[in-house]
């Protein structure tokens, strides 16, 4: 069956600090991965979009890497903040729909 | 250029009602995508609707149902409504209908159903 893994755990880092969030998934084989970030009682908001050709992708204190191969992709916010605490949500991209992971949760402390 | 808007923000209904959601799509979009957020979960996409026709259809029953007016607003209608259609409901719109689009979200309707 397909699946779409994100960290389970919620990640808790010192501001200052870089965030590696992860997604893994199987069964599927997406052009594109697309990164949300939710807030809380709020819309997701898009970050990022990577295709499969790329490697890699950045975007200010953002960078997201793909591999098909080891059907992954992970995501780095670099020099965290207090407000960058949200959920992040990867996205496979299949034709017309988005197939969301369950998102982490990242908690930036002062 | 005014941003997704979605209403109502919030709604409480019984089991075996029927609801309607209706969503504003930005601005120059002709695409709008709905889905479904479960408490703690990604949202699930439901369906697309692309120029006032249905595009594509998510792991969704018929009760769940659409529309999309000349505007590129949007409505979904859930009828015989149970108690795990509670979540919040996301409208999405796009340019185009392609997934790799970049998704413009509305802040959501949440649904309770007793």
Same mark, same amino acid.
């Given at each position: 069956?397909?699946?779409?893994?994100?960290?389970?755990?919620?990640?808790?880092?010192?501001?200052?600090?870089?965030?590696?969030?992860?997604?893994?998934?199987?069964?599927?084989?997406?052009?594109?991965?697309?990164?949300?970030?939710?807030?809380?009682?709020?819309?997701?908001?898009?970050?990022?979009?990577?295709?499969?050709?790329?490697?890699?992708?950045?975007?200010?204190?953002?960078?997201?890497?793909?591999?098909?191969?080891?059907?992954?992709?992970?995501?780095?916010?670099?020099?965290?903040?207090?407000?960058?605490?949200?959920?992040?949500?990867?996205?496979?991209?299949?034709?017309?729909? #988005?197939?969301?992971?369950?998102?982490?949760?990242? #908690?930036?402390?002062? | 250029?005014?941003?997704?808007?979605?209403?109502?923000?919030?709604? +409480?209904?019984?089991?075996?009602?029927?609801?309607?959601?209706?969503?504003?799509?930005?601005?120059?979009?002709?695409?709008?995508?709905?889905?479904?957020?479960?408490?703690?979960?990604?949202?699930?996409? +439901?369906?697309?609707?692309?120029?006032?026709?249905?595009?594509?259809?998510?792991?969704?029953?018929?009760?769940?149902?659409?529309?999309?007016?000349?505007?590129?607003?949007?409505?979904?209608?859930?009828?015989?409504?149970?108690?795990?259609?509670?979540?919040?409901?996301?409208?999405?719109?796009?340019?185009?209908?392609?997934?790799?689009?970049?998704?413009?979200?509305?802040?959501?309707?949440?649904?309770?159903?007793?």
């Amino acid at each position: 069956s397909q699946k779409i893994e994100q960290n389970s755990e919620a990640l808790n880092i010192q501001e200052g600090k870089t965030a590696t969030l992860t997604c893994n998934y199987t069964n599927y084989s997406p052009a594109y991965l697309q990164w949300y970030r939710q807030d809380p009682g709020r819309g997701p908001v898009f970050l990022l979009l990577i295709r499969e050709n790329e490697k890699e992708k950045r975007k200010e204190r953002l960078k997201v890497t793909f591999d098909t191969t080891l059907k992954q992709s992970l995501f780095h916010i670099t020099a965290s903040q207090p407000a960058d605490s949200a959920t992040y949500l990867c996205a496979l991209v299949g034709g017309y729909a #988005l197939n969301f992971g369950k998102g982490t949760s990242l #908690l930036v402390t002062p | 250029e005014t941003g997704v808007t979605q209403s109502p923000t919030h709604l +409480i209904k019984t089991r075996g009602q029927q609801v309607t959601l209706r969503c504003s799509s930005q601005s120059g979009h002709n695409t709008v995508s709905w889905y479904q957020q479960a408490l703690g979960q990604g949202p699930q996409f +439901i369906f697309q609707y692309y120029r006032e026709e249905e595009n594509g259809r998510g792991n969704f029953p018929p009760r769940f149902s659409g529309l999309q007016f000349p505007n590129y607003s949007s409505e979904l209608n859930v009828n015989a409504l149970e108690l795990d259609d509670s979540a919040l409901y996301l409208c999405a719109s796009s340019l185009d209908w392609e997934g790799y689009n970049e998704q413009f979200f509305g802040p959501g309707t949440r649904l309770t159903v007793l």
